[in-house]
């Protein structure tokens, strides 16, 4: 039987910050991106148990995690993340990240490296010379953004989320929405993206090298949001890292290839 993914809340800043727990090993602080939560680990965390107790927050202004006053911005997220690692007791901690998650999880790392073990690198960017997606692009635009965020419903989100992972369940999705329930939460997505200026990565280059921590980098090949090009890149920057590119999969890894992927997390975790 694996272990529960278990739910529990903080409150940081006045804030009601909700995060999902499981396993008994050393900490592995897991990080969401865009548009998921802590849900995201769901299927990976149970079978990682013996090996991590994964800690995986939702983001202010995802899943359960009020905003509080924050506006959401990528800096917001970089030091919530501090925040909540503190407030957690994490001292070195491996570290998970995935989508917008690895913009703000790396850019945690790199600002404070005492608290970084080992990496787990899947279907994010961190690079300059980064280009956002089409969608992205839209979100970025003033006016543009704020016509798509007015046009979104429940079901048109559902739609793009099945038609980018044909194994979306139903309760993913649900859970996947309350990051967009709102008027205040979807002007936070907005200020996510705008801020998301890859210009602010140029201080940090070479710096994922330079760290020289363990570090595993999974793929999906058929990621049309980030393209496996990105991994590359990675192994490229991060001369030790292991690398997996994983055949017939979309961005959401965690979703689509948990049968193949959580052991290869247990593997490198284990060693």
């Known amino acids: 039987m694996s272990a529960p993914f278990e739910r529990r809340e903080i409150l940081l800043g006045g804030a009601r910050i909700a995060y999902r727990t499981a396993g008994s090993g050393p900490p592995l602080l897991a990080v969401h991106g865009y548009p998921t939560s802590s849900y995201l680990w769901r299927k990976i965390a149970p079978a ?29 997220q970089v030091a919530f993340l501090e925040t909540f690692a503190a407030a957690a007791g994490l001292g070195r901690t491996d570290l998970a990240v995935h989508d917008w998650g690895g913009l703000i999880g790396l850019r945690w790392a790199c600002d404070f490296p005492a608290r970084l073990d080992r990496l787990i690198i899947t279907d994010t960017g961190f690079f300059p010379e980064g280009r956002w997606h089409d969608l992205a692009e839209i979100m970025r635009t003033p006016g543009e953004g704020e016509r798509l965020m007015d046009a979104t419903t429940p079901e048109g989100f559902a739609n793009m989320l099945r038609t980018a992972c044909a194994a979306m369940s139903d309760d993913a999705i649900a859970e996947y929405w309350k990051g967009l329930a709102t008027p205040e939460r979807r002007a936070a997505k907005l200020a996510l993206y705008r801020s998301g200026d890859f210009a602010k990565l140029e201080p940090y280059r070479g710096r994922l090298g330079a760290l020289a921590r363990p570090t595993l980098i999974l793929w999906g090949a058929e990621d049309r949001f980030a393209p496996p090009g990105g991994a590359r890149r990675f192994a490229r920057e991060i001369p030790s890292a292991e690398m997996e590119i994983v055949a017939g999969i979309g961005h959401f890894l965690p979703e689509e290839a948990t049968a193949h992927v959580a052991p290869r997390i247990r593997d490198f975790l284990r060693r």
């Open 48 to 76: 990682l148990a013996t090996v991590a107790t994964v800690i995986a927050p939702d983001l202010p202004g995802f899943g359960d995690s009020a905003l509080g006053t924050l506006h959401g911005t990528w800096e917001d």
